[in-house]
Nanobody, 117 residues
Framework: QVQLVESGGGLVQAGGSLRLSCAAS????????VGWFRQAPGKQRELVAA???????NYADSVKGRFTISRDIAKNTVYLQMNSLKPEDTAVYYC???????????WGQGTQVTVSS
């Protein structure tokens, strides 16, 4: 059984910072590509940041230079450090991983991030 548990979301003011965490069970973040997605009301879910098993990273242009994805292999946890937050960053954020063998897509429950102006 695979479970992704997110934490760290909340309400912050523009210019502030948050660190989102996603702890996994039943899957190893060291062996698969992991990512953070977000979805604002009425908009399509979009990729924010991703990291491969080889530690290559990819960021959306809108967050490049402000957000950083990282992982702690010992804790089997992936993080998203979010700095210089803007109101347009307001969305529900989801962590994601794909099973190495099954290729099944796994998602966290989502955590709300709200940035006030």
């Amino acid at each position: 059984q695979v479970q992704l548990v997110e934490s760290g979301g909340g309400l912050v003011q523009a210019g502030g910072s948050l660190r989102l965490s996603c702890a996994a069970s039943g899957i190893s973040f060291s062996l698969v590509t992991v990512g953070w997605f977000r979805q604002a009301p009425g908009k399509q879910r979009e990729l924010v940041a991703a990291m491969t098993s080889g530690s290559s990273t990819n960021y959306a242009d809108s967050v490049k230079g402000r957000f950083t994805i990282s992982r702690d292999i010992a804790k089997n946890t992936v993080y998203l450090q979010m700095n210089s937050l803007k109101p347009e960053d307001t969305a529900v954020y989801y962590c994601n991983a794909v099973g190495r063998v099954s290729k099944k897509d796994y998602w966290g429950q989502g955590t709300q991030v709200t940035v006030s102006s």
